[in-house]
C-alpha cells in the first residue's frame, strides 16, 4: 500500500468526524474531506516530510469548513430535496445520539466557535496547535473556547421554573 494510502486509511475517520462536527452535514463533511484530501494528496511528496502530516490535513479541512461554509451552505440548500422526500436518517459517527443534546448545542454555535471546541476538546488539541491549525493567535482560540463554552452551558443549563404559573 502507498504511504498516502495509509496516511488515509489512518486519518479519513478523525478528518471526517472533524468535518462533521464543525459543518454539522453529513454529506458537507464528506466533501471536504475529500476536497481536502485531494489538496494533500497533490502536495505529497512535501506533506510526507512534514512532521505532522495529519495537523497539515486537519488546518487544510478546517480552513475549507470555515471560509467555504456559507458558500457550500447555499449551494446545498439549492441541491435539498424537495420537502417531504425521503432522506436516509443515518449517524455517520456512531454513539453520537447518546449526546443529542450536546450535539444540538453546538450545532447552534458559529462556526469559528464550533470549530474552536471539536479542536481542543474533541481532537484534544492544545490552545498552540488549534491557534496553529486556525491561522489565528492563542487569544482567539481562548476567547471563542471561552464564548462557545459559555454559550453551550447556557444551552445545556435547564430553565428556571417561573414563579406564579402551575409547575409540574
Known amino acids: 500500500m502507498s504511504e498516502f494510502k495509509q496516511f488515509v486509511v489512518q486519518h479519513v475517520d478523525s478528518l471526517l468526524r472533524t468535518a462533521y462536527l464543525i459543518t454539522w452535514d ?4 464528506e466533501d471536504l474531506v475529500q476536497e481536502c484530501l485531494f ?5 505529497w511528496p512535501r506533506v510526507s516530510s512534514m512532521d505532522q502530516p495529519a495537523a497539515y490535513a486537519r488546518r487544510i479541512l478546517v480552513n475549507l469548513a470555515i471560509d467555504a461554509g456559507p458558500h457550500r ?3 446545498r440548500r439549492e441541491l435539498e430535496p424537495v420537502l417531504g422526500a425521503a432522506e436516509p436518517s443515518s449517524d455517520p459517527l456512531g454513539l453520537l445520539h447518546d ?5 444540538e448545542a453546538l450545532a447552534g454555535l458559529p462556526r469559528e ?3 474552536v471546541l471539536v ?9 498552540a496547535q488549534a491557534a496553529t ?3 489565528c493567535s492563542e487569544g ?3 476567547s471563542r473556547a471561552s464564548r462557545g463554552l459559555t454559550r453551550l452551558r447556557e444551552a445545556l443549563s435547564p430553565l428556571p421554573i417561573e414563579s406564579g404559573g402551575p409547575q409540574p
Open 26 to 29: 453529513e454529506r458537507e463533511a
Open 39 to 43: 489538496k494533500v494528496a497533490r502536495r
Open 73 to 75: 451552505a447555499r449551494r
Open 99 to 103: 449526546r443529542a443534546d450536546l450535539m
Open 113 to 115: 466557535q464550533r470549530a
Open 119 to 127: 479542536l481542543r476538546y474533541f481532537n484534544d488539541l492544545t490552545e
Open 133 to 135: 491549525t486556525l491561522g
Open 140 to 142: 482567539t482560540v481562548k
